[in-house]
Nanobody, 121 residues
Framework: QVQLVESGGGLVQAGGSLRLSCAASGTIFNISTMNWYRQAPGQQRELVAIITSDGNTNYAGSVKGRFTISRDNVKNTLYLQMNSLKVEDTAVYYC???????????????WGQGTQVTVAS
């Protein structure tokens, strides 16, 4: 079994910064792609940023230049550094990861429980 636990959310003023973390634990052989998603009230969940196992990244246009995704493969932890936050960044942020639990198994996608980010004007 694999668990993803996000932390680091909270209330911040517009223009401020937050750093989210997502720690993966359990039976883990390999983690390939890791992602951050977010979901604002009344809206669909949207992809924010992607990072592959070798560090290649991609971002949604709305956060490019402000957010930075990174990972620590030793700690099995994913990060999202969010700078110059805007009111429209307010959402619940979720991480997910494609995890192979043994060398014989195919990867499966696991999700965290989400962490609230609220940006005040």
């Amino acid at each position: 079994q694999v668990q993803l636990v996000e932390s680091g959310g909270g209330l911040v003023q517009a223009g401020g910064s937050l750093r989210l973390s997502c720690a993966a634990s359990g039976t883990i052989f390999n983690i390939s792609t890791m992602n951050w998603y977010r979901q604002a009230p009344g809206q669909q969940r949207e992809l924010v940023a992607i990072i592959t196992s070798d560090g290649n990244t991609n971002y949604a246009g709305s956060v490019k230049g402000r957010f930075t995704i990174s990972r620590d493969n030793v700690k099995n932890t994913l990060y999202l550094q969010m700078n110059s936050l805007k009111v429209e960044d307010t959402a619940v942020y979720y991480c997910n990861a494609d995890v192979q639990t043994t060398m014989h198994d195919r990867s499966a996608r696991y999700w965290g429980q989400g962490t609230q980010v609220t940006v005040a004007s």
